[in-house]
């Protein structure tokens, strides 16, 4: 009976370690299947997210792209208008140099030089270091200008080179290349030579320098005239052509 009794109890008890061992199994289990369909789940539930942010990145590639195109087509329109800006420059430049400024014109000039120098003064006084090169810059172009139309007044008219080669002489960008052409054909010369330097070689006959020097006075027999002297006589040319 007592026997009996034990292998009941074993029994049972062996039963119970077989279904906890099973049930322990069968949680893992179930835990294993949970873990891995939640992560299906998350990564399902991301999926819409990187979507969303792809979407973001090819929109901000397409305008980054406009952006560029837009930048170029500003560029373009700044070098066309910087260009428009140029040639009416030109224009005016080239209408300045057919013309002298009026005795009441020049007095206001000298006027203005004069106004300029007590600036820099005063600028110099404040401490404006930037102002008074500025005023000083614009004073002295001022200045250079009433300098060459003085000379202009006192030089005599420029007579036709007859062949003989000329030294036009005058500063940088005020038309001497752009108008070598109408000078040259003004005073009969057949060749051009630009940017001649004092001490290049000079043929004697049929060619006309341009130069930015300041030559003192005509080497040899050549002619020598002011850019502004040769205008002047362009514009006597052909307006009796």
Request: positive net charge; contains cysteine; proline residues 2%.
């Amino acid at each position: 009976m007592h026997s009996t009794n034990h292998l009941i109890i074993i029994c049972l008890i062996a039963g119970l370690g077989i279904g906890l061992i099973f049930t322990s199994a069968f949680i893992r289990i179930a835990r294993m299947r949970i873990r891995a369909r939640g992560y299906s789940d998350g990564s399902q539930a991301r999926q819409p997210l990187i979507d969303g942010l792809q979407e973001t990145i090819n929109e901000q590639a397409l305008e980054i792209t406009s952006l560029k195109g837009q930048r170029l087509n500003l560029i373009h329109d700044h070098q066309h208008a910087l260009e428009s800006i140029s040639q009416d420059a030109d224009a005016r430049v080239k209408l300045f140099a057919q013309r002298c400024l009026s005795d009441h014109e020049l007095l206001w000039v000298r006027r203005a030089i004069k106004q300029l120098e007590k600036a820099a003064e005063v600028h110099k006084h404040l401490g404006n270091t930037q102002r008074e090169r500025d005023t000083n810059a614009t004073r002295e172009q001022l200045q250079a200008l009433v300098s060459r139309l003085q000379q202009l007044e006192t030089a005599p008219a420029a007579p036709a080179a007859g062949g003989r080669s000329v030294i036009v002489q005058g500063p940088q960008a005020c038309g001497k290349t752009r108008n070598a052409d109408r000078i040259a054909k003004a005073l009969g010369l057949s060749k051009i030579v630009d940017n001649w330097q004092p001490g290049d070689a000079l043929d004697k006959q049929h060619t006309l320098y341009l130069t930015n020097s300041e030559v003192a006075e005509s080497p040899g027999h050549r002619m020598l005239m002011s850019y502004e002297a040769a205008m002047q006589h362009v514009a006597k040319q052909e307006a009796a052509a």
